[in-house]
């Protein structure tokens, strides 16, 4: 999409018009640019991974500043996730601090994959002990790349490792077992 | 109700409850890593409910809500298969688990291919995470296919997933359990 441009994180942002212009709300402190609620929604952490703001997740598709209010788009990771009801209230709290009246979105179509975390949140997600998602293949995930050793150890870094649940504590996460360090660790599932 | 809502419905009907009888394995499992997967997979299911009753709510003028919690027990369209009380047998579970992701996937993949963009779009989203429990359905059925017990429940349970007219007893009980919130507390949401 032409009109598509992109947020210096990664993520797309929407603009309406054909070259740069700057939108602003209508606030109490004077223009609000898009960059800067971007910049907002960079602070807010994952409720349940709070190593990774929602910027860093890829859960935002969109953000409009028009004159009345700010409005964001947003994808669900895993669609019984509880952390979406928050998420969608920290959002609206700091367009709110921002002096903007925010209308949130939840969009769920099928536009987030794990492929969607940033390079900078991947690498935040293993700093914090979680194994970043593996690329999502053609076809999807499968049992038998699940069980092979294609994981490594957030921890020591060795491909030594093994499946010990595809579940785990929350819907986004299987649990792995490293032989080399012997540290069970999260892996963030591909979706 | 057109037959795509009403078809929407019914898998949602299918996710809240069989969403609800995985969780009734929750600290009861035969295996720590089972309690976990159950509560995981009951946990993905009612969200799938969730997220197909708001779009058939749209469509129907009312809410996710009233969908899933404020009508009569033989109002549900749910699968009998999904209604059972399997607890404490695993065999059964696995079985109905295997059963059922299969069945779950070729309706999915039809509306994945559905011409409603919004409908296809939600499915190929629930799919990605259905995905998951269909590996883990193929890891017990690999562990549990020459087992007797795990056939015959296989042989039993097949033949119910179509079964959708009349509901069991045990369905009754299910629904004062999963209705009593929404029943004792006015305006109680999702």
New interface residues.
């Given amino acids: 999409m032409a009109e598509d441009s992109k947020h210096p994180t990664g993520q797309p942002r929407r603009t309406h018009g054909q070259s740069p212009r700057v939108l602003t709300a209508g606030t109490a402190s004077g223009a609000l640019s898009e960059a800067q609620v971007w910049d907002a929604l960079a602070e807010i952490p994952d409720p349940e991974i709070p190593v990774i703001s929602l910027v860093d997740l890829g859960v935002i598709r969109s953000v409009d500043v028009s004159k009345d209010h700010v409005r964001v788009k947003f994808t669900p990771t895993f669609l019984g996730c509880p952390a979406l009801e928050v998420m969608r209230d920290a959002m609206a709290a700091r367009i709110s601090a921002l002096g903007a009246d925010p209308q949130i979105e939840v969009v769920s179509d099928d536009s987030w994959s794990t492929d969607r975390i940033t390079p900078e949140g991947r690498e935040k997600l293993r700093a914090g002990g979680f194994a970043p998602p593996a690329p999502r293949e053609i076809g999807g995930p499968k049992l038998v790349q699940l069980q092979s050793n294609a994981f490594r150890c957030p921890y020591c870094g060795s491909n030594d490792t093994a499946l010990e649940n595809i579940f785990g504590p929350t819907p986004c996460r299987s649990v792995r077992y490293c032989r080399s360090c012997r540290q069970p660790f999260e892996q963030f599932k591909t979706i | 109700m057109t037959d795509q809502v009403q078809k929407i419905v019914e898998i949602a009907d299918d996710e809240l409850v069989l969403g609800w009888r995985n969780s009734e394995w929750t600290g009861i499992a035969p295996l720590l890593?089972e309690d976990?997967?159950f509560?995981?997979?009951a946990?993905?299911?009612?969200?799938?409910a969730?997220?197909l009753y708001?779009?058939a709510a749209r469509e129907l003028g009312t809410t996710a809500d009233e969908l899933a919690f404020d009508r009569q027990p033989d109002e549900y369209r749910c699968s009998r298969l999904v209604q059972l009380r399997l607890v404490p047998d695993w065999a059964r579970t696995i079985a109905r688990h295997c059963i059922y992701e299969r069945a779950d996937q070729a309706r999915i993949e039809a509306l994945k291919r559905s011409d409603d963009a919004?409908l296809a779009?939600?499915a190929?989203?629930?799919d990605?995470?259905e995905?998951?429990h269909r590996?883990?359905a193929?890891?017990w059925f690999d562990r549990l296919e020459d087992e007797q017990r795990f056939k015959a429940a296989l042989e039993e349970l097949e033949p119910l997933f179509d079964v959708r007219d009349e509901h069991i007893p045990e369905f009754a009980e299910l629904w004062e359990e999963m209705t009593m919130v929404r029943r004792s507390v006015a305006g109680a949401t999702w």
């Fill in positions: 890593e976990v997967a509560s995981s997979i946990q993905n299911e009612i969200g799938h969730r997220a708001e779009l919004e779009g939600l190929a989203k629930i990605r995470e995905a998951y590996m883990h193929e890891m």
